[in-house]
Nanobody, 128 residues
């Protein structure tokens, strides 16, 4: 089972950037598809981005396309989310997730139940 720990969250002004990291241990990170989700106060957790085990395929929700980039370094067991041009509506707790290995389409990667393991989350706050 993969253990996941997120880091890199914080407070940033609108238009700024942050890079989130998710470090994995105890499992086969390099063979796992990975995803980022977020949950804003009073809202349900939602899909942000996903990446295949090799990094060859990436998927994004429409509202972050062109601003966020998901990537991974399998040699370091680390997943990243580079967030640029941040907006107040990006404020949320961001979670990484592992295990959507059987997925091949957006609808599968964006579904929370496709993932087996979750981190504890890191807070991102964007001020206007």
């Amino acid at each position: 089972q993969v253990q996941l720990v997120e880091s890199g969250g914080g407070l940033v002004q609108a238009g700024g950037s942050l890079r989130l990291s998710c470090t994995a241990s105890g499992g086969t990170f390099s063979s796992s598809a990975m995803g980022w989700f977020r949950q804003a106060p009073g809202k349900e957790r939602e899909f942000v981005a996903a990446i295949t085990w090799s990094g060859a395929g990436t998927y994004y929700r429409d509202s972050v396309k062109g601003r966020f980039t998901i990537s991974r370094e399998n040699a370091k067991n680390t997943l990243y989310l580079q967030m640029n041009s941040l907006k107040p509506e990006d404020t949320a707790v961001y979670y990484c997730a592992a295990g959507a290995n059987y997925c091949s389409i957006y609808g599968c990667y964006s579904r929370q139940t496709s993932y087996l393991n979750w981190g504890q989350g890191t807070q991102v706050t964007v001020s206007s």
